[in-house]
């Protein structure tokens, strides 16, 4: 499943309005495959504002979004990025197994009328196993511990040869022990060749799991390496 095909994400000038209301203003950056960025600010800053600009979610955002110097459209979207929102916008009661869950990410290649094919399950079984999901493939996502859930949402996204990872929150909930196997996992992920974005919470766990940090409050304070981003003042401003 790795890509050998790098891909660059350019954001210039993005804002994203709820009517009057500016939610996200003055976003630029550039990012490539390979890489994670940690998605960092208070309540209220626009960090899931901003990823749910990113997966398409948002229709009325404007700026600039590239992929590869092309614009990132609707179509590109659905095949490039995977998004798994915070746990309470999911619906765990939904009657869906893993390997159902981890199927959906290879709707978009396979169409609506389309038909699974032997390497469409291949597929399928290798995220899982990628994922640590073996012996869980026909239980239900309800069912599922939280550190469990989310790795079964990420080889949904894996499956279907995402580039572009949106998280939002993805460690919320979770002890310890998860944490430290999903940190792993994503950045198993972008050595795999996927670019990862996610909002994060933990400032002192951000440098070992991401390289790269956008802080935000309501426009961009600062970009650049999780190192040089995260200084006391800068947390200052982006949390005071």
Same mark, same amino acid.
């Given at each position: 499943?790795?890509? =050998?095909?790098?891909?660059?994400?350019?954001?210039?000038?993005?804002?994203?309005?709820?009517?009057?209301?500016?939610?996200?203003?003055?976003?630029?950056?550039?990012?490539?495959?390979?890489?994670?960025?940690?998605?960092?600010?208070?309540?209220?800053?626009?960090?899931?504002?901003?990823?749910?600009?990113?997966?398409? %979610?948002?229709?009325?955002?404007?700026?600039?979004?590239?992929?590869?110097?092309?614009? %990132?459209?609707?179509?590109?979207?659905?095949?490039?990025?995977?998004?798994?929102?915070?746990?309470?916008?999911?619906?765990?009661?939904?009657?869906?197994?893993?390997?159902?869950?981890?199927?959906?990410?290879?709707?978009?290649?396979? #169409?609506?009328?389309?038909?699974?094919?032997?390497?469409?399950?291949?597929?399928?079984?290798?995220?899982?196993?990628?994922?640590?999901?073996? #012996?869980?493939?026909?239980?239900?996502?309800?069912?599922?511990?939280?550190? *469990?859930?989310?790795?079964?949402?990420?080889?949904?996204?894996?499956?279907?040869?995402?580039?572009?990872?949106?998280?939002?929150?993805?460690?919320?909930?979770?002890? =310890?022990?998860?944490?430290?196997?999903?940190? *792993?996992?994503?950045?198993?992920?972008?050595?795999?060749?996927?670019?990862?974005?996610?909002?994060?919470?933990?400032?002192?766990?951000?440098? +070992?799991?991401? *390289?790269? =940090? %956008?802080?935000?409050?309501?426009?961009?304070?600062?970009?650049?390496?999780?190192?040089?981003?995260? =200084?006391?003042?800068?947390?200052?401003?982006?949390? +005071?």
């Amino acid at each position: 499943m790795k890509s =050998t095909a790098s891909g660059t994400l350019t954001v210039d000038d993005l804002h994203v309005h709820f009517k009057e209301i500016c939610a996200v203003r003055d976003v630029t950056f550039e990012i490539s495959t390979g890489e994670t960025v940690a998605i960092v600010g208070r309540n209220g800053a626009g960090k899931s504002t901003f990823l749910k600009s990113l997966a398409g %979610l948002i229709p009325d955002a404007a700026g600039v979004v590239l992929w590869n110097g092309s614009p %990132l459209t609707k179509l590109m979207r659905r095949k490039l990025v995977a998004y798994l929102p915070q746990r309470e916008e999911i619906d765990w009661s939904f009657p869906v197994t893993v390997r159902g869950l981890v199927d959906m990410g290879l709707y978009p290649l396979v #169409g609506p009328w389309g038909r699974f094919t032997q390497a469409h399950r291949n597929a399928t079984e290798e995220a899982m196993a990628k994922m640590g999901l073996e #012996g869980l493939e026909d239980r239900r996502i309800g069912e599922l511990s939280g550190g *469990q859930q989310q790795r079964a949402f990420l080889a949904r996204a894996i499956v279907g040869g995402a580039r572009i990872v949106l998280l939002d929150e993805p460690f919320a909930g979770l002890d =310890t022990k998860a944490c430290r196997r999903l940190s *792993q996992l994503i950045r198993s992920l972008a050595e795999s060749g996927s670019l990862v974005l996610a909002s994060h919470h933990d400032l002192k766990s951000i440098p +070992e799991t991401f *390289q790269h =940090t %956008l802080l935000l409050r309501t426009r961009q304070l600062a970009f650049g390496s999780s190192e040089e981003v995260l =200084t006391p003042e800068n947390i200052k401003t982006a949390f +005071e």
